[in-house]
């Protein structure tokens, strides 16, 4: 039987699809990626589930949707007895490991992985509850416009801080897995929080394009549907417009920010090859969710429009999956069991509850697969659950307080025609309606989201009284088994700290 593979994860925060190159995008500079795409499976159309951060890792995790395990936003606790892929991966026999974010809210921030070598760069608390009974309000943890009024250059941020330590861990760490007796396989999150906003970066990133270099949005007509003129309360555009020249600096940015990520993607592998890993490990380059950039005169993510929701989906692994491309639906939630399969040598596992994905594993034998994306959105700008239904080159989104919205990408890939008001659809509409009475009874679960709106909006202001105990994960260090110690003799160590324990002569 053969040796089953490691798995290294590269996830980046709010990165679009069709940012990179291998998307089809003309002016990002991303080298590495290019090159995993290029001797890997590129999903076409890949998408997050429910796009925000904290919402969309928990479909990563668990395999199941929003509705199913109560993470709704960027403040619902992860349930610690819901199993994760991290869980099913341990269980398989494989050492897990988490370096930088996964938005993990509640007092368990580990979720089944062994070893998390950094804290998180979000709070771990339920301070960021949205409260859909007052909508109008704008708490102090909505997003703003500075990130693009403000875009440029900059010397040091905290995100650059962040995602150093997360690159400087996950390459210590490679070498760690190759210097040790650790027989296990390994899985391993490198998840950095760039190209998030704010949008600023370095010069040495900033320069890497020309001004003349930076593409308009496509589309710059306005969304006016109900729920992007929400999302305009929610982000502050409409307190704080931007300006073309603003546009464009903010996206200048943002591909210098891509670049970034790309070159700290490049670090990684290198560490993986230089470790010697590289030929057992699939590599799989993902995002939580996307970013609007402007189109729709849009910015952020919240939204089901496909710079907000289609993600890069790279698998890379050249001695077990033919290069290629697949065209079918297919998104975050369908990771664990592809994970789980992948640990038990292509087996099921005898799962411990219900999964809302299906394994990736038929499109990267190229034996079929599946078709289909679904999706819901219970968070900020939103007052009532919005789901979306992604099949066969339509999109279908639906929300109670809202009208319908029907899409066929294959034609509009922009998004610009709105099939719901033409009699031509009228049946595929009633068809996409009764589809989302059976999948969901919305009034329960419009409920069961205000109820945990109220019960964690409580729990946030009865902590403020007296002494807090804080959730965020502070990662272990232990100086005295660090580089030379008494513990061990001299020349030993230095013997196993060496990769590769013996080095050839100079000539």
């Known amino acids: 039987m053969p040796k089953r593979p490691n798995i290294l994860i590269l996830m980046a925060d709010q990165l679009t699809a069709p940012a990179l190159p291998a998307y089809g995008n003309k002016v990002a500079k991303t080298p590495n990626i290019d090159a995993l795409a290029e001797h890997g499976t590129v999903f076409d159309n890949a998408y997050c589930n429910s796009p925000l951060c904290a919402p969309s890792r928990g479909v990563f995790v668990y395999g199941r ?16 007895q819901v199993p994760s892929f991290a869980h099913y991966l341990r269980h398989a026999g494989y050492r897990t490991i988490l370096t930088g974010k996964m938005h993990f809210c509640g007092p368990d921030q580990l979720h089944g992985f062994e070893e998390r070598l950094t804290t998180d760069i979000y709070p771990a608390d339920y301070a960021w509850t949205p409260d859909w009974t007052r909508f109008a309000e704008r708490p102090d943890w909505y997003h703003v416009m500075d990130s693009v009024t403000q875009a ?19 390459q210590q760490r490679l070498f760690d897995i190759a210097r040790g007796s650790d027989a296990r396989p390994f899985c391993m999150v490198v998840s950095l929080t760039h190209p998030h906003d704010p949008f600023t970066i370095t010069d040495e990133y900033f320069d890497r394009y020309r001004p003349d270099e930076i593409d308009a949005p496509r589309n710059t007509r306005a969304a006016d549907d109900p729920h992007s003129q929400r999302l305009r309360h929610v982000i502050g555009l409409d307190i704080q417009p931007v300006t073309q020249e603003q546009t464009q600096a903010a996206r200048h940015a943002y591909f210098g920010e891509v ?20 030929d057992d490990t699939i590599v799989m380059v993902i995002a939580d969710h996307g970013e609007m950039l402007g189109e729709r005169g849009l910015w952020y993510k919240m939204s089901y429009f496909e710079p907000a ?23 975050l939630v369908d990771l664990l069991p592809t994970l789980a399969e992948i640990a038990g040598d292509g087996q099921a596992p005898d799962y411990a509850g219900p999964i809302d994905g299906r394994s990736l594993l038929p499109h990267l034998a190229r034996t079929g697969g599946h078709d289909e994306v679904i999706g819901e959105y219970l968070a900020e700008g939103v007052v009532a659950p ?35 008001t033409d009699p031509a659809h009228a049946a595929s509409l ?17 409920r069961a989201v ?10 946030v202001e009865a902590l403020k009284h007296g002494r807090q105990t804080a959730w965020d994960w502070q990662p272990p260090r232990d100086a005295s088994q660090l580089y030379v110690r008494n513990s061990i003799p001299l020349e030993e160590l230095e013997a196993m700290s060496r990769f590769p324990k013996w080095v050839a002569p100079s000539p």
């Not at 949707?65 to 610690?80: I, M």
């Open 450 to 459: 205000l109820d945990s709106q109220r019960r964690r909006l409580f729990v």
């Open 386 to 420: 919005m789901v979306m239904i992604r099949r066969g080159g339509q999109k279908f989104v639906h929300t109670p307080t809202d009208p319908d919205q029907l899409f066929d990408l294959s034609t509009d890939p922009d998004e610009l025609t709105n099939l719901a």
């Open 309 to 331: 929701c289609r993600i890069p989906l790279i698998v890379h692994a050249p001695g077990r999956f033919a290069a290629g491309r697949v065209g079918s639906a297919v998104s």
């Open 152 to 170: 440029g250059r900059c010397a040091r941020t905290n995100q650059i801080d962040f995602d150093e330590e997360v690159v400087f861990t996950a």
């Open 430 to 446: 009633t068809a996409y309606r009764k589809e989302v009475a059976r999948r969901w009874n919305l009034s329960a679960l419009h």
């Open 65 to 80: 949707l929003p509705s199913a395990t109560g993470v709704y936003d960027n403040a619902a606790e992860f349930p610690s």
């Open 259 to 278: 670049s970034y990520v790309d070159d700290n993607v490049g670090r990684v592998m290198s560490a993986l090859r230089a470790a010697k890993l590289a």
